[in-house]
């Protein structure tokens, strides 16, 4: 049932908004008006003339709700990202450049009622904004948003870091003594030439590296004329994950060779 | 700290072994003998020459660890598909087509210690693989694994549904009773005939539908020859979602015109 | 040299315009006002200004000078089908669907001089518009331009075939009696549903059938912060190509078993 | 009419062989033994039981026939290359990095007999191997084959240029000498860290640069079950082009403020 003051998505043909369902008000939209005093009280799920009202995804929240001042993580590379770095429920998670809150949003479901996030940004206009977006967005209480540089950051152990700098290299040293061992780390950079610069910094100290690229490509929806949409997203970033080393044993048969990386 | 009996992924040039520490036993590579005996004990992230050994992230044990009868979901499909479905803690998930158990796996963790994942499979032989592989990695007891036809299940209702099917329009109208107002639905098909019957069959019932594909490219991790993997998995399926309309009003004026739709 | 009344592509940034050198007007851009009065009489590839003047490629005469009142086949694809047809010094081309003529230009210089391209097109309309675009743009007086309905065209035989058709199955027989034998044939559909169709026509009479899709990514030319462009092109079509069975030799002993397929 | 001693592609299923017909000889593959005395005085195009025997086309002789030392340009990127650089009937052609000759045999066709190819190897072995490639399959006499290294290469001036070395940047300066004025040249380099220097060489001295990766994706053929193939080439190389910036006039309204680049 929708009440009044709930968040929906409006879908309208391929357009989608997110709304608060507030009595007095309504949705203005090529489809026409739609009242939200017609809307509260239905079912989830209402087609309105060609309004189609929905109990907003986190996908609807991130692209439609979360005010944006940054890029922010989009969903393909988000979803990934967060199973990618095996965040699970109870996981203490470490987040470096918050931006918008959005990646946060995610972190945070995943790390479930039992865990907790720890997102750090440095800039105080985003830390505000992504405040605003977590206060708003936010479905658990597990989320500590801490406006400081990476550099200064000194909790742990995490289970997990994720990362979004403009120049992680200059911090993976630090980053790695936050972690525990083995665990992984994740990083987004736009540009090859920062891919570079990280995958040097990461070959002390790290593991199991790996350069992913995700393409998203959508397709029109008509049964008898089926093929992807004319433009794609081309270009997003490029994701980079590692886990940390702990330990070096050089002498397998030696009990006691444990030495830092 | 990695005790006896640890589910452990070894890790070995672009190599990764999902493998449990048995003390009497140890791993063969061509990387040399690592005993199991010198692992035990030693801290998670320990590189024992050109091994290094971590705890199992979910994708190591979806693409290490489970027995394939079937071909599963991928990880880079399975990613998407579980938060693209919203699940979260608590969410009650229906999954047609167990298949050999990886997806569920995840749809586990994400459902959380409140939530509930019935999995529903029609081969007993896929049924029985489905229940060794969950007996063996599921973390959460918060799976039924259903031996049934789609067609005579009759649960419900959930907050979300995956379906894996050769012919799912088939089951629309069945598996449309089976949701709640507004949840998502998603299904994967290898096939653009079969992304086009299942478009038709949405027409009827079902709202806000999307056809996406995720292409997924490594890089080689060498600095200074940062390069895409020469070879790339070119297809796994076609994924779909669209969302269930509960209710139709034709009159926006009206506050008791909801049809069935 | 630049001579008064040549063709040139004036580039700006990353955008391009095809222009006439007339001698008493003049480029109007946002890096200012060109007159070609000082552009004639320079040599090619002279930089004035934030404007680079040089002498048009094929693909900007396609892309910048043709006249488009149909879509036309893009470089990307066009450039393959040339090659994929195996048009060369000598080639007898039939293109079926001339639209605006832009694969024609370049089917006309593959087959060079001693070549011949008979280019058909039923719409009145997009026939004019062809034959503007050609009488403009050709280099060579290779090509005849039909006006006439595929099932009414009776020439050849020709070494290859391209169309460009909405619904090429209806002609294959036809289409497939106009080539010499072994001959490649190509088409060019946007649909899945068109692809099957053509697969299906292409069981009789045809062998050696591929389905090719070309995806095309531009990266930003910036050497320290490379990477690809944001937005791409999702799609323009699927490219079938096959060659045609001339006989079929059922016992390879026999010396007379050629018997038509 | 396959005449004795033709070159032809016999085609099974999706595998393809390039054969001289030999009368004597025969093919032995998996749909049984093909004597090429039944094969010759048929016509192109004959199946034989589950062969297909065709004229050769450029691709199947760069795919089939060619010999490779060295990694070749393959048809999808060379088909887009001989374009793109707008090579006609009547061109010269510089190529620096003849490697096995693949590239090179698709030029020459490009050129016609009008036209002329320059190809330059360094290296003993590729060039021999060139030769005897050439030797085997060039069409028209219109290349001249050379054993010379980039730097000590002098002739010209060339209406575009193809360059496949390691650190083309080195040569850059004496590479744009041999040029036309606003003449287009193209690089094939397989790093993201080659294309950053290239990019940065190119900085004088050429306009109008751009980066692009061509994707190649086949589908499966079968009508009813349309998909992708599993696997594809997820990387060759990327592909850089340019043009020759001849003179820089910095007055737009000075008729002799013409200075080198």
Redesign the interface.
Known sequence: MIRPDDLAVV?YKEK?YLKKIEEGKSFHGKG????FA?VAG????????EY????P???DVIMYGVRRETQIVF??D???I?????I??GSRVLEIGSGSGALTL?LS??A??EGHVVSVEKEERHYKNAQRNLAKYL??QNVTLRHADAADFEDGPFDAAFIDLREPWLYMEHLRALL?????IGFIV????Q???C??AL?QGF?????????????????????????????TG?LIFA????????E??A?DG?TP?
Chains 1, 2, 3, 4 share one sequence.
């Not at 026409?32 to 009242?35: D, H, S």
């Not at 239905?42 to 003339?49: H, L, N, V, Y």
């Not at 736009?190 to 030439?193: D, F, R």
């Open positions: 879908v989608k026409g008006i739609l009242p017609s239905r079912p989830w799920g209402t087609r309105f003339g189609d009202v929905f109990p995804t986190i996908e969903p393909k988000a979803f990934f967060c199973h990618k770095l095996d699970k429920c995610l479901r995943a479930g009622p479905e658990l525990c061992g083995g665990a992984p736009p540009t090859t030439n891919v570079s610069e995958l040097q070959r593991g199991d590296v790996e350069v992913i690229e995700i393409l998203f490509r959508r397709y029109k929806t008509v049964a008898a004329r089926l093929r992807p949409e004319d433009r794609m997203v081309g270009h490029y886990r940390k080393i702990e330990a070096v044993v050089e397998l048969r009990t444990v990386p």
